[in-house]
């Protein structure tokens, strides 16, 4: 790109501040070239009466506009900490802060609330707001005015409805300051949590911030807190670590941000032009640039002077045009921007008990939910009982259930009210596989929505990022084999209270269990006719393949323990008819089939075959040479063991986990169950 370009696309990366009520030059020529400034910050230096207000920001999008400007101005305003937008005045309104909002006590109320303070933002012309929605500091774990504790959940659910309320009016929400810590000295070297406190601080913050995350907040704030425990190359500001966490950790897509400098250290260590430098190094996509018209024009032409190979790379930048320019076409146009609005009054106004419109429930204080492990030996009647009222379609029957929980490598935490089991999470370890497992959340319909299952999945989280060296936690299995993912057939609310508190959708396909009723299933004859023609034949495994097999599924699988290990364990058993195998006319293996009997191998370690019935046989871990490959070798193996299984009296047959796309359908197999794979990564 030429030069001209470069400063084009920069501009539209940096938000600047200003003095004054209107628009003066040192503002219009930031805006024009050669900066093209693409957003500015209003404060309460800005404001004076709503008329005043829509003037300004008019005359600073006209001014964009008349610079050539593609997309109009990010015009942003803070809404918290005291600095609402036209304090005092007797035009409009004063607003409740955002955080305040959260007294309304429901995501409705709450909702209903923003979508008021929205819809007045839009007719001065505001479109980003800049808020503490999810400050979970500990200054702020208490309800307004009443003094309870305000747990992350509620944080999330609460600041959910708060972002929906401000999108439905096309108001931006842009999430300060991440992460957010109360510091007692603003004059310490940096702000500074303790390295045995930081990691499970850090934690119990992210989970409002992972609820936002899920619903793809628009913009979020990165501040300059030091956390030992992920982010020991400081003390720099600010930190590639915190923009890692939110692209990787939480696999946030949207804009980020670089804020204020908050502490007296960080003020004064760094120049204005160096922390705009700093913050394009660390990954942000934009920075507010502050201070006077001098210190914001050296800015520019520093960030300017290390663009492209001299230090901020050009692909960076153009991926962060992406997300300025992604944001600013779904909400931003000349033709809405340009329409005035006449001011008009929303009654917001605070009282002591309740703000008008809304009031403020009585919220039950959160039952203790004492946690501790479960007792296999005297709590799996009540755990079956459980387990089959909420999850009928999934009742494994009582021995193998209490069978595949009893494993060595799990460990399930239950909560109890009285003497009555109401709540349980079952963890498991794969020491092969590169996650963790919580392989089921069970909570009583009569004690749900009361943070029990949330405290569940964090005492799952903690035990498991202590039991495992695996750096992520899955909802589902592996061995023993319940879900492979949160399955789609239970209630919407049950699949997204996952998502809700920041477990992340994988990406690729869905996974999928099949079944086939054996008594009615049809081989289907061209499958059969394409293997034969490649010269391919089919046999149930002998004792005299053994070493062929091995060798070569070892090259191929040799990484995976449990795939060996099902070959290895029907040998030792002398179990070879077990599987199918599949020959070349060369006489040399080309593939490889279980077809498992009830209680055989691997079959003992799936929970759901017996839910199809007891003579329901499995086929899993097919593989094919690399050979053989798309000649149709696959599909005929698995239809063989199909018949063999029928053969040997076999009347269901059940096949987990497959993220293939239609491909056992050719089989004449038919889709069990789906599931969606969710992950939530550790933040180290």
Not at 548 to 568: I, P, S
């Amino acid at each position: 790109m030429n030069e001209e370009e470069l400063r084009q696309q920069l501009g539209q990366l940096l938000i600047v501040d200003f003095d004054g009520l209107t628009t003066n030059d040192d503002i219009k020529t930031l805006i024009r070239a050669p900066y093209y400034v693409g957003g500015v910050v209003l404060s309460f230096q800005n404001v004076a009466t709503a008329e005043q207000i829509t003037t300004l920001v008019h005359d600073l999008q006209c001014t964009a506009r008349d610079a050539g400007h593609a997309r109009p101005l990010f015009i942003c305003v803070s809404q918290d900490n005291n600095s609402n937008i036209a304090p005092g005045s007797s035009n409009i309104s004063q607003l409740a802060r955002l955080t305040e909002l959260r007294a309304a006590g429901s995501m409705e109320d709450t909702f209903q609330a923003a979508t008021a303070t929205g819809g007045l933002l839009r007719a001065l012309g505001l479109n980003m707001v800049f808020t503490d929605t999810c400050n979970i500091s500990p200054g702020a774990l208490k309800w307004p005015r009443t003094g309870r504790k305000l747990i992350g959940d509620q944080f999330g659910r609460l600041s959910a409805g708060m972002l929906r309320g401000l999108r439905s009016e096309e108001i931006m929400s842009c999430l300060k300051s991440f992460p957010k810590w109360d510091v007692a000295d603003r004059h310490a070297e940096f702000p500074l949590l303790t390295a045995s406190e930081s990691k499970d601080a850090l934690e119990s913050e992210l989970i409002p911030y992972r609820r936002a995350v899920a619903e793809d907040v628009e913009a979020i704030m990165t501040s300059h807190t030091v956390v030992p425990s992920v982010d020991s190359s400081l003390p720099i500001a600010p930190s590639k670590h915190v923009v890692n966490l939110l692209r990787e950790k939480l696999q946030y897509k949207g804009l980020i941000i670089s804020g204020y400098p908050e502490s007296y250290a960080i003020k004064t260590t760094f120049d204005t032009a160096e922390s705009a430098v700093l913050s394009f190094r660390a990954g942000n996509d934009c920075t507010i640039i502050s201070h006077t018209f001098k210190e914001q024009v050296d800015a520019f032409q520093r960030v300017f002077g290390v663009c492209g190979d001299r230090g901020i790379p050009s692909a960076q930048i153009l991926e962060s045009l992406k997300r300025v320019d992604k944001l600013k076409h779904a909400f931003l146009s000349w033709e809405s921007t340009l329409k005035r609005h006449p001011a008009r009054e929303v009654n917001l106004a605070r009282t002591p008990n309740k703000m008008v419109g809304i009031t403020t429930r009585c919220t039950t204080e959160l039952p203790y939910t004492p946690i501790k492990p479960f007792d296999l030996s005297g709590d799996m009647a009540q755990l079956i009982e459980l387990w089959h009222s909420l999850l009928p379609q999934y009742a494994v029957p009582e021995p193998r259930l209490s069978d595949l929980l009893t494993r060595p490598n799990g460990a399930h935490f239950e909560v109890r009210f009285g003497q009555k089991l109401i709540a349980f999470v079952a963890t498991f370890v794969n020491g092969d596989r590169p996650t963790s497992y919580i392989s089921a959340l069970l909570v009583h319909p009569a004690h749900q929505s009361r943070g029990i299952g949330t405290a569940l999945i964090r005492h799952a989280q903690q035990h498991l990022r202590s039991a495992s060296t695996a750096r992520s936690v899955t909802i589902g299995s592996s061995f023993p084999r319940f879900w492979p993912g949160v399955p789609l057939d239970i209630p919407k609310q049950s699949q997204s209270f996952f998502i809700n508190r920041g477990f992340c959708v994988a990406p690729g396909p869905t996974a999928r269990d099949y079944c086939v009723k054996l008594a009615i299933y049809e081989a289907p004859v061209a499958v059969l006719e394409r293997a034969a023609a490649n010269g391919v034949k089919f046999m149930p495994w002998t004792e005299g393949q053994y070493g062929e097999c091995m060798a070569l599924q070892k090259e191929l699988f040799g990484n995976d323990e449990v795939w060996m290990g099902a070959y290895e364990r029907l040998a030792q058993a002398a179990q070879y008819h077990q599987a199918m195998i599949a020959v070349d006319l060369a006489g040399n293996q080309v593939g490889w089939a279980l077809m498992l009997e009830p209680g055989i191998g691997l079959s003992n370690d799936l929970a759901f075959p017996p839910l199809l019935g007891e003579r329901t046989g499995q086929i899993g871990c097919v593989g094919v040479h690399p050979d053989a490959r798309n000649k149709g070798v696959g599909l005929a193996l698995v239809v063989h063991a199909a018949l063999d299984l029928r053969k040997r009296g076999m009347e269901q047959i059940f096949i987990d986990w497959v993220t293939l796309v239609n491909w056992y359908e050719r089989a004449g197999f038919e889709v069990w169950r789906e599931y969606r794979t969710v992950t939530l990564n550790d933040i180290v």
